[in-house]
Structure formats: C-alpha cells, structure tokens
C-alpha cells in the first residue's frame, strides 16, 4: 500500500506497470475486452477506482447491470453503448453516466477499437446479467434488441 501521490506514465493506450488483465474469468458474455486497473486498492485514501477498458474491433463487453452508478470517458476510438432501451453512438472524449439499475453493453463496432475510462465506487456490488424476462421488460426497441450480445 502507498499514501504517496504518483503518476503513470502511458505509450500507446498501455501504462507502465500496469498489467494488461482479461476483462472478466467468471463470464464469456463478452468479446474482445482487456482491462488496466490504473487506480484502485494500492491508493487506500481513494474512494473509487478507476479503470481503462479496450475492446477490439468487432467486440463488445458484456450486457450487464448494477446497483452502483459509474461514469465512462471515451478516450480511443467510437463505438455504440446500450443504455436500457437507447442505443446511442459514442466517440471520442464523450462522457457516459450509467445510472444505478441501467442494463449497458459497449460495442466497437466502427471498425477500431473503442477505449474509455470507467470510474466506479471502492465499495460496489457485483455486475448481474439480466435474464431474458428484464430484458423484455427494460427494453423494447427493435435496433436495440438486434444489437445486445449475450
């Protein structure tokens, strides 16, 4: 544990002595995501964490839901993000707030890889991944249903 301020220095969307993790081990509703957690339990005076996630060209991480907000910063590429029943375009140095409950997914789906920040809570719960009865219940668009990878 450190109580020292710091920086990470970055090349090319990697941060030196940060390791380049799968996204999840407990799930494979996803394709494509590696994550660095660049801010997180080293920094005990810190409340949240704060993580970069890349997801490749094609891919999309996974369609899930949680009782924590979290707030995204788009800073590589475009993509799309599902946010209950919109679907919505994203692109560079946009910001995204997911609130509580939200079922989300983000996709790369603009030929390159879709990099964003995700700043969450210290203390969170668990993501779930909604079954087929919420998700006919939350969400009733036809372009979004088309999109959601399960």
């Not at 941060?15 to 997180?40: A, I, M």
């Amino acid at each position: 544990m450190s109580n020292k301020s710091k920086i990470i220095s970055s090349k090319n969307y990697s941060w030196k002595g940060v390791e380049k993790k799968e996204y999840k081990t407990d799930t494979n509703n996803f394709k494509g995501v590696h994550r660095y957690s660049l801010l997180d339990d080293d920094l005990p005076d810190l409340n949240s964490h704060t993580r970069y996630f890349e997801v490749e060209a094609g891919g999309y991480s996974s369609l899930e839901h949680h009782k924590h907000p979290h707030s995204v910063v788009v800073i590589r590429g475009s993509g799309t993000v599902i946010l209950d029943d919109e679907l919505q375009n994203i692109g560079l140095h946009d910001v995204v707030y997911i609130a509580p409950g939200t079922i989300h997914q983000f996709h790369a789906d603009n030929e390159e890889p879709l990099g964003f920040l995700c700043i969450v809570d210290r203390y969170r719960d668990r993501p779930k991944i909604p079954d087929d009865q919420l998700i006919t219940e939350r969400i009733t668009s036809e372009k979004t249903l088309k999109k959601i990878q399960k």
